[in-house]
């Protein structure tokens, strides 16, 4: 039974679309496979409609499905682009923080935020939004902002949306039984242009590093069982040098663990502590919450938020306290 997961897009955002000659499109930093990929498909959609667009993102470009697209997004937003004064696309992110500095570059212009996220505070027009926190992924947003505006799905496009898709569902890992029917359909809509989603498991997992699978390896024998084995905590130091991030590997490996509700990594960084949320379905935590109290965000099963000044000996102590009313 279909659960209306995608409501209507705004007439203001099709017009604004429509209006525009000019678009910058913006996803957050530490890019995710979602918000690079829909930030190509809709690159992608609105090159049919003859737009010109540009493809902003801070980075860093650290997951190995992102990587080989770095050169297709630039950090530095010119002269020459501010005072063109063009239409601003937020991707995958809905909070101000997020879309990093390239957008306080070109803060103050109109902007559209598309996006699967609830938490945060707002920073946009509710008129120029649309956002579905029911959505597994924003590729299936941008999907439906494509359909409104009536362009034809091509296979390009449909690559970068079901990758998008994909990543963010853990190749259909996440999704719900109240998601499944309307994305299931996109998807279907997908591999009708010639996608394969055997092809795309490939390139997705394939061609890892063996130091960064050793990495992966050790990072999962450091971790710790905590509060009778309902939450395990692994540590991501700074001393650990890898091309990727090895959270991708770590968190599903430690999911599967009998009891396991929550798995956090503990990423030690220069100036504190980021935070990756990853919970079991159907155990009742919500991890987008959890994160969205401590000024970050995400989904009830997939999040992360970063805690300046906190050391690594005391990360520990601080996210258990905040887990155990939780668990």
């Known amino acids: 039974m279909k659960r209306n997961l995608f409501h209507p897009v705004s007439d203001a955002i099709l ?10 499109v913006i996803s957050h930093v530490n890019p995710d496979g979602d918000a ?3 930030s190509l498909a809709m690159e992608s959609i609105l090159s049919q409609l003859g737009k010109k667009v540009h493809l902003l993102n801070d980075g860093p470009f650290k997951r190995r499905e992102i990587m080989d697209y770095e ?31 390239v957008y306080q570059s070109l803060k103050g212009n109109k902007t559209i935020v598309i996006d699967h996220h609830a938490s945060g505070r707002p920073f946009y027009e509710e008129k120029l939004s649309y956002i579905s926190p029911l959505s597994p992924s924003t590729t299936l947003l941008v999907d439906e902002v494509r359909k409104a505006l009536s362009v034809p799905l091509d296979r390009n496009t449909a690559e970068y949306l079901m990758l998008g898709f994909l990543t963010d569902t853990g190749f259909f890992h996440f999704i719900s039984d109240i998601q499944a029917p309307e994305s299931f359909e996109k998807v279907s809509s997908f591999v009708e242009t010639g996608v394969n989603p055997y092809e795309l498991y490939d390139r997705l997992h394939d061609g890892r590093k063996f130091n960064d699978v050793k990495l992966s390896g050790r990072i999962i024998g450091e971790a710790e069982s905590c509060l009778e084995g309902k939450v395990i905590i692994a540590y991501e130091k700074k001393e650990y040098e890898s091309s990727e991030r090895p959270g991708d590997t770590v968190y599903p490996a430690l999911l599967e663990c009998e009891g396991v509700k929550v798995v956090v990594l503990i990423k030690e960084r220069e100036d504190g502590i980021e935070f990756g949320f990853r919970a079991k379905r159907d155990k009742g935590v919500d991890v987008g919450r959890l994160a969205s109290d401590l000024s970050g965000g995400g989904h009830s099963l997939a999040a992360g938020a970063t805690v300046k000044g906190l050391k690594i000996e005391e990360a520990k102590p601080f996210i258990l306290d905040r887990l155990i009313p939780l668990v």
């Open 36 to 38: 690079i990929f829909s």
């Open 15 to 24: 017009n604004a679309i429509r209006e525009s000659s000019e678009i910058a």
């Open 71 to 101: 050169s297709r997004f630039t950090s530095i937003v010119s002269d020459k682009l501010k005072n063109s004064s063009p239409l601003v696309m937020i991707l995958d992110c809905s909070t101000e923080d997020r879309p990093g500095e």
